[in-house]
Each structure stands twice: as C-alpha cells, then as structure tokens.
Nanobody
Framework: QVQLVESGGGLVQAGGSLRLSCAAS????????IGWFRQAPGKERSFIAAITWSSGNTAYANSVKGRFTISRDNAKNTVYLQMNSLKPEDTADYYC??????????????????WGQGTQVTVSS
C-alpha cells in the first residue's frame, strides 16, 4: 500500500511561485513513478508532470513546460512540484499520484493507482 500526502498549496498572485510537496510512504515506493495532476472547477483532472523515483527522469504537460519543475528527494521520500510564473488558469486542486509501473519506459504513459487527498492552489490576477 502507498500513502501520499500533499502540502504547500495556497493563495498566490499571478507571476508568483509555490512549491508543492508530496510525502510518499510504502514498502515499495522506490520502484514507482510519482506525478502530479490538477483539477480545476468544472474540468476533468489532467496530468501535469511525473518523475521516475529511481533515476529522476521526468515528463511534463505542454501547458506547464518551462514553468513547473518536478523533483524528488529520495532521503525524505518526498516529491516536489516547483511552480513558477503562475497564472490564474493554474488555479486548481493539485493531486499527487503514484504509478506502480516504475521506470523510464512508463513515464510518458503515467497511469496512477494511488492518489493523495489534494491541495488547493489559487492564483489571483
């Protein structure tokens, strides 16, 4: 079983930055791929970024490429999402997720089996 706990959401002005954290636990978490999704009001949940736990390879949605950076700290079992140059359209609930299909071969077909509870990000104009 895998547990994911997000933190770091909040209110920020457009152009500002936030860093989200996802604390992961579970016996085999190091073999997973971990990522982030977001869901804005009235919209479907959408993929943002993912990272391989073992090697740190990453994948991003085009909408956030160049502004968001996903990283991990193996010692802390934590994955981060650094969000810069935030826009009002980035306002959403952000969810950490884990895909038991770990490794580079699956990073671009990230399909989670586990989800965190979400953290809210609001970007004011």
């Amino acid at each position: 079983q895998v547990q994911l706990v997000e933190s770091g959401g909040g209110l920020v002005q457009a152009g500002g930055s936030l860093r989200l954290s996802c604390a992961a636990s579970g016996r085999t978490i190091s073999s997973y791929n971990i990522g982030w999704f977001r869901q804005a009001p009235g919209k479907e949940r959408s993929f943002i970024a993912a990272i391989t736990w073992s090697s740190g390879n990453t994948a991003y949605a085009n909408s956030v490429k160049g502004r968001f950076t996903i990283s991990r700290d193996n010692a802390k079992n934590t994955v981060y999402l650094q969000m810069n140059s935030l826009k009002p359209e980035d306002t959403a609930d952000y969810y950490c997720a884990a895909d038991p299909r770990g490794g580079l071969i699956y990073i671009h077909s990230f399909s989670p089996s586990y989800w965190g509870q979400g953290t809210q990000v609001t970007v004011s104009s």
